[in-house]
């Protein structure tokens, strides 16, 4: 595919109009959309199309439907397909008319869009009041990104598309082994698991999964889990008090530096938090404990576990990001950043408001999402916080149903498992709507001020 955008900037005090044209890069989020089908997700029979149709085909407007406008210029790496979250996002629009108040969103020309021969010509038209900034970078996306990119007060989930949800293993240990994950290897198909038993021994599974290939043998649906190693710890002080209950506020993390980590808390209401950690090598499965004090802070657990090997649960409450645990106030007004290494490293990010705090509740008693990530995001279900701590309101909405594990990129898409009835486990595929399709960086940047209007065509044919 080959693009070309025109801006132009019209003032509306002396119709002087300014123009910009531009040639684009296309990435592979569209090829990785068709090709990275983990678990065999995207196959369908019967005819089935699986709501492919009107939501992604035709590719145009559906799938390449929306623009995003970024103030700073963007790498031209073809697989490198989402913004950095500190790249502010200026304005938006999707495939209709902008029918809200929303100064962020722009509108689709309906009369002069339309589809041509070889491609599709799209114009977007934003008035004074609209998507006001510096625009270095223009690119087309998704058409539900072009609604509200990474969620704002007008729209709270459309960031994501739940693609498709699959039942799976229907036995205790399967489950626990699956709402576990810790860290999933889609090239090579298998996932790491990590939980702690009523012994109050950690168990480290490796599961063997067919995320991009399928064994003579395997059914993808399954009736048994096929664990390739396991490897129990025996902590001191990473333990429950009462492991026959078969419930604790704790939850394992990737670290994503060689290390897997463990935390546990509870919530607490007055004084200083007390987290337990420990800190697992990947490399020899060596451990070291210790307790982290976080003077002041005021949190919810950390995380919540149940039900090992019998109707197990999981809710993720907390998310750990380059070095920093990120979890909520108990009383819903802040997020703690915690620096895992030295505790006295530690910011709060007040959010400006009492969030709702709240998690889809689709089958609940499996578990749920609280606390998100995806990419350099941390998402809560009414708020996003970027890179630099700053944090944007947005609709309150959990999209994450059936959900109770962290989302794992692949490609375009965020896998995880989730549990349903009786000790059934869900199979979810997201799909992260915000990619660039193209990625088209001005050589000049434009000004868009409130005595100017902005008309955008951009048109996008194949080669």
Known sequence: MKGITEIELTDVRTGQVEKHTETNLVTNAIAHFFSHNIEGMLFTINGNTN???????????????????FSDTIEE??????????????????????????????????????????????????????????ISCVALTHTWAGLAYMGDTYNGNNFVWV????????????????????????????????????????IIQKIRMSFTSVGLNDTM???????????????????????????????????????????????????????????????????????????????????????????????????????????????NTKVYKINIDNPADVKEIPLGFTSN???NDDYYRSGSIYLANIGDWIIGSDFLINTEDRVFKKANNAPW???????FPYGPYLFS??????????????????????????????????DKTMKITYTIQEE
């Not at 009107?54 to 406008?69: A, F, H, Q, V, Y």
């Not at 309906?110 to 589809?115: D, M």
């Not at 549990?419 to 868009?448: C, D, H, M, W």
């Open 51 to 69: 709501d492919l149709n009107d939501n992604m085909l035709p590719l145009c407007p559906n799938s390449i439907g929306g623009i995003l406008l």
């Open 77 to 134: 790496d073809p697989n490198k397909y989402y913004v950095p979250s500190a790249n502010p996002c200026v304005g938006y629009a999707s495939n209709n008319v902008n029918g809200t108040t929303n100064i962020m969103r722009g509108s689709m020309n309906l009369t002069e869009t339309k589809k041509l021969d070889n491609g599709y010509k799209f114009v977007w038209d934003f008035t004074t009041s609209q998507a006001n900034g510096t």
């Open 163 to 202: 693609m498709r949800s699959r039942n799976g293993e229907s036995s205790g240990q399967a489950r626990t082994a699956y709402i576990n994950a810790v860290e999933i290897d889609p090239e090579n198909n298998f996932l790491w698991t990590i939980g702690l038993n009523t012994s109050n021994e950690i």
């Open 221 to 331: 649906l399954g009736s048994n889990y096929d664990v390739l190693s396991e490897v129990k710890l025996n902590p001191t002080s990473f333990v429950m008090a009462d492991p026959k209950r078969n419930e604790g506020n704790y939850d394992f993390f990737d670290g994503k530096d060689g290390y897997w980590y463990g935390f546990m808390h509870e919530q607490n209401r007055d004084g200083n938090a007390a987290f337990n950690k420990i800190k697992i090598s990947k490399a020899d499965y060596s451990f070291t404990e210790e307790t982290m004090i976080v003077n002041g802070a005021r949190t919810h657990a950390v995380g919540y576990h149940s039900g090992y090997n019998v109707n197990p649960s999981r809710d993720v409450h907390s998310v750990l990001l380059n070095g920093f645990l990120y979890i909520v106030s108990y009383d």
């Open 357 to 359: 705090y709240t998690c």
């Open 401 to 407: 149903t059936y959900t109770s594990t962290p989302l």
């Open 417 to 450: 498992f989730g549990g349903y009835y009786a000790n059934a486990t869900r199979q979810n595929l997201f799909l992260a709507t915000p990619y660039l399709a193209t990625i088209n960086n001005l050589e000049t940047s434009v000004i868009k001020t409130a």
